[in-house]
């Protein structure tokens, strides 16, 4: 009896030992603690990760994806091994991470990870973006990465670190805009600065120096109105629409200026610039002073240490971007220089004046009776002047020469800003571009039109409490920091 209670016991004890070790294993992903040879395996490559031995780590994780295809850690372990590339860095190895990043989005595009995935594929190209005036393949690359990664995946906890990125991003391509629009300009190649200035304040409204771009867009229409004059076979017609259409340029990009950022610095030269030109001068909106306040609050300024320690690095200084306000995710669209020369060859060419109606106009002369005959001529008499000969053909046109067959309304044609009693202003102070003259600034310019400065601002202003109410935020707010280009030698 006793044997067998043993034997009964003994028995026991090896079943309740089988059921302990035969232990059902649970959720790799939730224990940690499990000895399945996957997670083993995937445990081995994440400590060799952590302790930089990148071949090991990838070696045993291409191990697991090949020995066990349909484990619970094929997902990590592809984002295992593209982390290994990507801490490994250097450009191979970063190019290598890339494609495996991108590997891993197409076959787990509904995985959380997918979001991280995508962010560093686009710091991949931030970290190898250059300075402005060097290659921009790169900062261009990086752009289009954070956009995929905010409109894609909208919801996502990194859309925050994402649009602070490509708004830095965003101020590297600008900045390169700007130096190319601006290289134009200095050589007078105006509608290819009007062209690139145009594309900098149109697509990267937050550009540290945007109210600088919309200065040299009006200033490039103002050299266009300059050479407009300067064309000795363009008749007068012709040469009013071209004038209007430059004018209305560059009244724009003054104008906007002040609307849209009053508080940077060439606020006050835009003013001036529209006075001299005679058209309106606009008044910026209480949410505009605001908004334009918050964006210059936002930016850092950089040391002279720090401006001169950057001269030494390959990475962009980024510290003036804006870190408030919502990135352009969608590009407008764009204007080529081959475009301005278009606009301005319809001006020219369309029109009753113009060349390109493709019409012919027939002008009936009622002259009255004929003239009596009149004598032969003599070889002995003396030939009339050329005057007498227009006065007796009244006429006042010279000889070939091709007039329009409407009168010249002098109205539309721009005048100089001078007073009315006709009295030439002093040297030194001119309201219009010049050919070959330096530029005087805004200084004189807003000499030359104090007297006409009031009328422009009563204009503009809806009440007079509401013009004191603005002009006094603009006041308190403005802080004149005159960085880069502060005064250009226009033509």
Same mark, same amino acid.
């Given at each position: 009896m006793s044997r067998r209670i043993l034997v009964i016991l003994l028995l026991g004890v090896l079943a309740f030992t089988a059921a302990c070790t035969n232990k059902k294993v649970k959720n790799p992903l939730a224990d940690v603690g499990s000895k399945q040879p996957d997670k083993v395996l995937f445990d081995r490559a994440m400590d060799a990760l952590k302790h930089n031995r990148f071949d090991v780590a990838r070696l045993t994780l291409q191990t697991l994806i090949n020995t066990y295809p349909d484990s619970e850690f094929i997902a990590r372990a592809k984002l295992g091994v593209a982390d290994s590339w990507y801490a490994e860095g250097g450009s191979t190895s970063l190019t290598q991470a890339e494609i495996e990043y991108k590997d891993f989005i197409t076959f787990f595009p509904n995985m959380p990870e997918a979001a991280e995935a995508q962010l560093k594929i686009a710091n991949i190209h931030y970290q190898q973006m250059e300075k402005p005036d060097r290659d921009f393949t790169h900062a261009a690359r990086a752009e289009e990465e954070y956009r995929n990664l905010i409109l894609q995946w909208p919801d996502s906890k990194l859309v925050p670190e994402a649009k602070q990125r490509l708004l830095e991003v965003q101020e590297v391509l600008a900045d390169r805009e700007f130096r190319v629009g601006?290289?134009?300009?200095?050589?007078?190649?105006?509608?290819?600065?009007?062209?690139? /200035? *145009?594309?900098?304040?149109?697509? %990267?409204? /937050?550009?540290? #120096?945007?109210?600088?771009?919309?200065?040299?867009?009006?200033?490039? %229409? +103002?050299? +266009?109105?300059?050479?407009? *004059?300067?064309?000795? #076979?363009?008749?007068?017609?012709?040469?009013? #629409? /071209?004038?209007? $259409?430059?004018?209305?340029?560059?009244?724009?990009? %003054?104008?906007?200026?002040? !609307?849209?950022?009053?508080? $940077?610095? *060439?606020?006050?030269?835009?003013?001036? #610039? /529209?006075?001299?030109?005679?058209?309106?001068?606009?008044?910026?909106?209480? +949410?505009?002073?605001?908004? &334009?306040?918050?964006?210059?609050?936002?930016?850092?300024?950089?040391g002279m240490l720090g401006q001169l320690m950057n001269n030494f690095k390959k990475h962009p200084n980024v510290a003036q971007s804006a870190k408030v306000g919502e990135p352009t995710l969608v590009d407008p669209k764009m204007m080529s220089a081959t475009e301005v020369v278009q606009q301005a060859t319809r001006a020219l060419t369309t029109g009753t004046g113009g060349l390109g109606n493709n019409t012919v106009s027939?002008?009936?002369?009622? !002259?009255?009776?004929?003239?009596?005959?009149? =004598?032969?001529?003599?070889?002995?008499? =003396?030939?009339?002047?050329?005057?007498?000969?227009?006065?007796?053909?009244? !006429?006042?046109?010279?000889?070939?020469?091709?007039?329009?067959?409407? =009168?010249?309304?002098?109205?539309?044609?721009?005048?100089?800003?001078?007073?009315?009693?006709?009295?030439?202003? =002093?040297?030194?102070?001119?309201? +219009?571009?010049?050919?070959?003259?330096?530029?005087? @600034?805004?200084?004189?310019?807003?000499?030359? &039109?104090?007297?006409?400065?009031?009328? @422009?601002?009563?204009?503009?202003?809806?009440?007079?409490?509401?013009?004191?109410?603005?002009?006094? $935020?603009?006041?308190?707010?403005?802080?004149?920091?005159?960085?880069?280009?502060?005064?250009l030698i226009p033509f």
């Open positions: 601006r290289f134009y300009y200095l050589r007078g190649a105006y509608p290819a600065s009007i062209a690139r /200035l *145009r594309s900098v304040v149109d697509k %990267y409204p /937050l550009y540290s #120096r945007a109210d600088e771009a919309l200065y040299l867009l009006g200033q490039s %229409y +103002e050299g +266009e109105i300059a050479n407009v *004059r300067l064309r000795p #076979r363009v008749n007068e017609a012709a040469k009013a #629409r /071209l004038i209007e $259409m430059a004018t209305r340029g560059a009244a724009d990009a %003054y104008s906007r200026i002040l !609307t849209r950022y009053p508080l $940077m610095n *060439r606020a006050d030269d835009a003013k001036a #610039r /529209l006075i001299a030109l005679k058209q309106r001068v606009p008044k910026p909106t209480r +949410e505009a002073v605001a908004q &334009n306040k918050a964006e210059e609050d936002s930016r850092r300024e950089t027939v002008e009936t002369v009622k !002259t009255g009776a004929p003239p009596p005959a009149q =004598p032969a001529p003599r070889s002995d008499e =003396p030939v009339p002047a050329a005057g007498d000969s227009a006065q007796a053909a009244g !006429t006042d046109s010279t000889p070939g020469e091709l007039k329009p067959n409407v =009168p010249i309304n002098d109205a539309n044609e721009l005048k100089p800003n001078v007073s009315d009693s006709a009295q030439a202003l =002093p040297p030194g102070q001119v309201n +219009e571009i010049q050919a070959g003259a330096s530029d005087q @600034g805004a200084g004189s310019s807003g000499q030359a &039109n104090a007297g006409g400065a009031k009328t @422009g601002d009563q204009a503009a202003s809806p009440s007079q409490e509401k013009k004191d109410d603005v002009d006094a $935020m603009i006041a308190s707010s403005k802080h004149k920091k005159k960085k880069g280009l502060k005064k």
